[in-house]
């Protein structure tokens, strides 16, 4: 990553980043965290969120920040009950369940065994798994994050109010280090190393110097006689080999034996071979054996490779547990928010301010977001268990994430722009480790090809022998006492040669598929480069869109929350329930942007084949963002509360009335009877204009392309739309 400072990893991590093939380039000298947790931690419940909040006094005092331009003390809170009673005091004889009534909802614990599951009866009941099992067993017995909810009845701070960061949140790099430390695919690989250190030890094996020994006797029969031998030989490296040994042999021979005999001292002999055309310049050891040494140099990059894979599923893994918990939070603000608002319609109820009606309404939207919170909730669960994958300890174990290790905020999103693509390609070609072991297993072929041909040729060797007996002769002739030499060649060539061949038009056709992987593999670097810079251009406006739609979002909630709390008929529970999500989806969307550009940002990181734990340490040393989210959502930007009166007030005025009943309206259909000017004004205007259908309203003019506003005696403007103003005559608008 190009933004950003760096840090330097643990010692211990990064000397083994340093072993694992990826270069050293992290520049500082200090540390602000330790990157890996090496005391295992308890696994967290998902009961709460114990984050400090802090707010405005205000919202300390259970009421939401006033809105600019208000007077002091006067507030838009759902707190002010003003609106008048839907329903007689009658009809609410009968105290309606509200939220007072209750205490807070209890979640059944998703991971305890249902009912269903077990076999037998009594205490004798067997999981059907095979192991014991106590229903209603806790969850914290299968090292999970527990099912509570956080409380619901936490004061909501939505549209105001700060959550501060965590002083030790969980961070990228953190995982990093664990999957370089205890992840078992990377500890896996690495153990690659001393099975290619092993096979090559083994491929020198064929040019391990032999000691043989013999002693072969015959006591009894007519030729009693013993024989005994000791002596070394080896392979040579030019395919050949060479012996040196001592024999004697001694008693009574038959005749067509009579070589095995020696003189009393016995005899030395040396022996040499050497292959004079196949087997010279190649032979199947030295092919094993180079084989076995581009084993031992592909382990690093093995190495490597499982280490990218391996962070790059962590860092994907961590992004998405970061996700789950902050759009757990928004979901459970969104809660919390109809929890708030039945406390205060139970109220309103009880003093007959509002009707009974709207707070059923209510507690179904609580019914609604708790079903969405408890959705939200596995899939934090779904991502912390995932993550865990990951997370391990200093035995390897794995460590559920704690619910309090969600940091509050991305880091700070870096642009990108500016890179260029032919220099990424070369480099990401000269780092990835695919393309190296790529061209170490062609090479491998290679030698099997070459191998092949070789054994095309035919086996001649020239052998040479020279013996010498010491000692008393054996027979009176002398016959072994002279100096023995012999020399000469032998060879064997097969007539059809269909191994050899058939070799060759393998390894050929291996070598074609490699070429054709390698070109693919080139293909897929460009491919994934391409990719993920698309996607992390996409991503970030997405953010920029994300974060516009959420301040309009928050902007048009403060709105209708006014006109909703100040009784405009208009403004209703329905419609505020409608923003409330809206602007949680909103959230959602902001969080999913992040999300999204963190991950394809890893996803860059791999496809050039930077070194992950480099990258995440360098992304630790990032502000944070300041992107609004969960419990920071941004100030609503409204105009002041007299101009928000007037605003609501012409809504009520625009509201669609029934054709024909109000005076002066327009006609109720074709062929109705319409008073006297009530279908045209001053500028003889069509009762019904080609482009659209017309607007009800006593004096209202009408346009062609644009809207009616309320308003009389007013002339229309060259955009199509009419002021409002205060006369109520017919309308005397005049065609643009």
Known sequence: MAAGGTLVPPPAARAQATRDGFPQNVQGSTSSRQAYRPVPLPPGLLTGSSRQQTSSPSAQAGQQPALPGSASGNTVAPNNLQRMPLASPNSLQTQPPGINQQTPPQFRDPYTVPESTLLGSGENKVNLLGTPSTPNAPAQSYGLPGSQMPSAYTAPQLLGGHKEENEDPLRLSDVIASVYSAFPEIQAARLQRQVAAGEVTSAWGAYDTKLQGYTLNEPTGFYRNFRHGIGVARQTWWGGYAAAGYRVGRGD???????????????????????????????????????????????????QQAILDSSHEATAAFWKWVAAGLSLDAQQELLNLALQRGRQLETGVRETLFAEVELVLNNQLIAERTAKAFEMQQKYVEAAVKLSLFLRDENGQPIVPNYDWIPLHFPQVQPVGGRDFATDFTNAQARLPEPVLLRLEMRSVQLDNQLACNELLPRIDAIAEASQDVGLRASSSNDKGQFELLVGVQGEVPLQLRKARGKIVS???????????????QNKIAANLKASYSALVAAEQMIKQSEQGLQLAV?????????????????????????????????????????????????MQTALGLNPLDQAMALAQLPISKLPGPGSLPQPQVPTAEELQQMFQQLEQIRPQVPGQAPGNLPAGPG??????????????????????????????????GQVQPGGGQGQPPVGRVQPGAGQGQGQGQQN
């Open 507 to 521: 390894t050929n056709a291996k070598l074609a598929q490699l070429n054709q992987k390698y070109q693919f593999v």
């Open 672 to 705: 109705a009877q319409q008073p006297p000017g009530a279908a045209q004004g001053a500028g003889n205007l069509p009762a019904q204009p080609p482009g659209g259908a017309l607007q009800p309203g006593v004096g209202q003019g009408q346009s062609p392309v």
């Open 555 to 603: 902007d048009t909630l403060a709105r209708f929350q006014y006109g909703f709390n100040q009784g405009f008929g208009k403004v209703d529970l329905i419609y505020i329930n409608i923003l409330e999500t809206k602007l949680t989806e909103t959230e959602l969307k902001l969080i999913d942007a992040q999300t999204r550009w963190f991950i394809a940002l890893g996803d």
């Open 253 to 303: 021979f038959q005749p067509w034996y009579k070589e095995r005999e020696t003189n009393e001292g016995g005899e030395f002999k040396l022996a040499f071979a050497q292959p004079l055309l196949a087997g010279r310049a190649i032979d199947p050891q030295r092919v094993a054996l180079f084989q076995a040494s581009l084993g031992r140099q592909a382990a690093d990059p093995q190495v």
